[in-house]
């Protein structure tokens, strides 16, 4: 202890015992409503971007009254999803992270039983009674401020508006939100949820034994949690900065968009266009967007496009008609220039796009 105090000390100050006291009381105030104004820095600037983001400094009133809204409806949300606990909290979803981490399920399992532990039907009961659904959640004041684009920011070298970080995680949350309402409003099992407890309540008594559910029921569930957890940790995210707690956008662990392992993952990844893709087919008139076609439509390698389409020409002029050989060095000809001028390789220009 002594030896902890010759630092400050050696900063000229006297009692280095009630400073710390002073610290700490300030720190945890006893009445839960008193802020905590207390914040350490390891330099200047640190303290400046503290004392900015805590004061308002620089923003405008626009940009103040969307953080205002922006806190309110996540910290809503935040309490939709989460349990009171009377001294704190836990997340509605928590309960099935252990099912999450421990049971793996391929495409070809989806049309088998899967065996589940007791541990595990105990968790599925606690995670899917009165599980938050994307509808539960508000995302009017997300819309509202990446409409209004009020946390772009201006690139004068370009010309051009770019996202901060902030503006991204709020795109991300917003899309991670929808993303949970289509797969609740999803047509195919739409009550999975409701038939695993059906089925759990059914078989419990008697146990214990085996539980057997089906594939593609656990599957939703883990798709769930994978969804829900998502949405989960990019309000916190969000919460911290609009809050104060931290200066900077944390990162955090994503989940995967499907529970089926990383093949299933790259093909709904493709599946799905980001707003960027969108806008470069457009800008580059590429189909269906425009008039340019994927050479893909055609076939994977020139000689498959081109077989292709002299056959297709072949078949129209025969009903015209007119005989001719699909492999005739003229409808060949035809072909190739088509393909040069109206078509372009389905992944042109959008590789630095695919991580968006």
Request: charged letters at 25%; proline letters at 5%; one cysteine or more.
């Amino acid at each position: 202890m002594h030896d902890n105090q010759e630092v400050p000390k050696a900063a000229g100050i006297d009692d280095p015992q009630h400073l710390a006291s002073f610290v700490h009381e300030v720190e945890h105030p006893e009445v839960g409503s008193v802020p905590n104004y207390v914040g350490r820095f390891r330099d200047f600037e640190e303290l400046i971007r503290s004392l900015a983001n805590r004061l308002n400094l620089g923003r405008t009133l626009s940009e103040t009254l969307t953080r205002h809204s922006l806190m309110s409806e996540l910290a809503s949300n935040l309490t939709v999803m989460v349990i009171g606990t009377g001294h704190g909290a836990f997340p509605r979803h928590w309960y099935m992270s252990r099912v999450r981490e421990q049971i793996s399920i391929a495409p070809q399992d989806l049309e088998q039983d899967i065996v589940l532990t007791d541990d595990h039907v105990v968790s599925l009961v606690f995670a899917l009674t009165a599980r938050t659904q994307g509808n539960d959640l508000s995302t009017k004041a997300i819309e509202q401020s990446l409409d209004r684009g009020v946390f772009l920011t201006f690139n004068p070298a370009s010309g051009t508006l770019e996202e901060s970080a902030l503006h991204k995680a709020l795109r991300q949350t917003f899309e991670d939100v929808q993303f949970l309402r289509r797969f609740d409003a999803a047509t195919a099992y739409p009550e999975w949820d409701s038939l695993i407890l059906k089925d759990i309540h059914a078989s419990w008594p008697g146990r214990p034994h085996p539980f057997r559910v089906n594939g593609f029921y656990i599957a939703s569930a883990l798709a769930y949690y994978d969804r829900v957890e998502n949405v989960f940790n990019g309000h916190l995210a969000l919460c911290r900065v609009l809050l104060g707690v931290s200066e900077e956008l944390q990162p955090y662990r994503r989940q995967p968009g499907t529970p089926l392992g990383k093949p299933e993952e790259q093909k709904l990844r493709a599946e799905h266009l980001s707003v960027a893709q969108m806008a470069f087919f457009i800008q580059n008139n590429i189909w269906p967007f425009g008039t340019r076609i994927p050479v893909e439509v055609f076939g994977k390698t020139r000689e498959e496009q081109v077989k292709k389409i002299a056959d297709n020409m072949c078949s129209k002029l025969t009903k015209a008609g007119i005989d001719v050989s699909p492999r005739s060095d003229t409808l060949k000809s035809i072909a190739e220039e088509f393909l040069d001028r109206h078509t372009v390789s389905f992944g042109e220009g959008t590789e630095h796009l695919q991580s968006e």
